[in-house]
């Protein structure tokens, strides 16, 4: 397991050392731009905190190797390594997730509109899977074991899954140094504010009934 775990971490530091050769962020002017949060400007990003105050906290964070609470309804829990969490990723377009999925746990259909995202299985066993978009819809799916890895293209629908006895845990590397998330059950069901009844069951062919029992679930 330990040998599997090494080569599942070694394709995570490998991807993320190449990515940013090939992020939009990838012209860089200087050696890093460290994020400054207290700033209330806002900017495609954050604002670059004074060179003479970075320190070495700036690009460093702790707690990945915890286990994420997945006493939730669909059993998961993403932790990120965003800039927000690292502000030395300010500007170098990348950043991690730890996954953590219970037995039978689900990470849900979600899309990032700002980064493709590659994991690597670090125990259990994980189905996995992304829709293509229209008009084909077409799903590319695989189980995998550890030491294994999968792509989700940027702005594609995707999923995990567990699929094993115990519990799953996936490392992943995203090309954005905050992907952004949209769960389709939340877009769908729980926007404010929310999108009509009657018109979500047009659309599903349900009786808005149904509709307004769904949006109570969330």
């Known amino acids: 397991m330990a040998s599997k775990q090494a080569v599942a971490l070694f394709g995570v530091i490998a991807l993320t050392l190449y990515l940013p050769f090939v992020s939009p962020f990838s012209d860089l002017l200087q050696d890093f ?3 400054n949060t207290a700033d209330k400007v806002h900017v495609d990003g954050f604002t670059c905190k004074d060179p003479k105050a970075v320190e070495a906290n700036d690009f460093f964070m702790t707690g990945f ?3 994420g609470d997945v006493n939730n309804p669909v059993g998961s829990k993403v932790k990120s390594a965003s800039a927000k969490q690292i502000p030395g990723l300010n500007t170098l377009g990348l950043s991690m997730v730890r996954i953590d999925l219970a037995p039978n746990g689900v990470n849900p259909p979600h899309i990032h509109p700002r980064g493709s995202e590659m994991i690597a299985v670090i125990e259990g066993t994980m189905d996995v899977g ?5 008009p084909e819809y077409r799903l590319f799916s695989k189980v995998l074991n550890p030491g294994d890895v999968f792509v989700f293209p ?5 999923y995990q899954r567990n ?3 115990g519990k799953a845990i996936a490392i992943g590397a995203q090309s954005s140094q905050n992907a952004g998330v949209v769960w389709m ?3 769908v069901f ?8 009657d018109m979500l069951g047009k659309v599903y062919q349900v009786d808005s009934n149904v509709i307004d029992q769904v949006k109570k679930k969330f």
């Open 33 to 35: 731009c460290v994020a």
């Open 65 to 67: 190797e915890k286990e």
């Open 130 to 134: 992304f829709v293509t978009s229209a």
């Open 154 to 158: 940027m702005g594609l629908v995707h």
């Open 163 to 165: 699929t094993g006895s």
């Open 185 to 187: 059950h939340s877009a």
């Open 190 to 197: 729980n926007s404010t504010p929310t999108i009509p009844s």
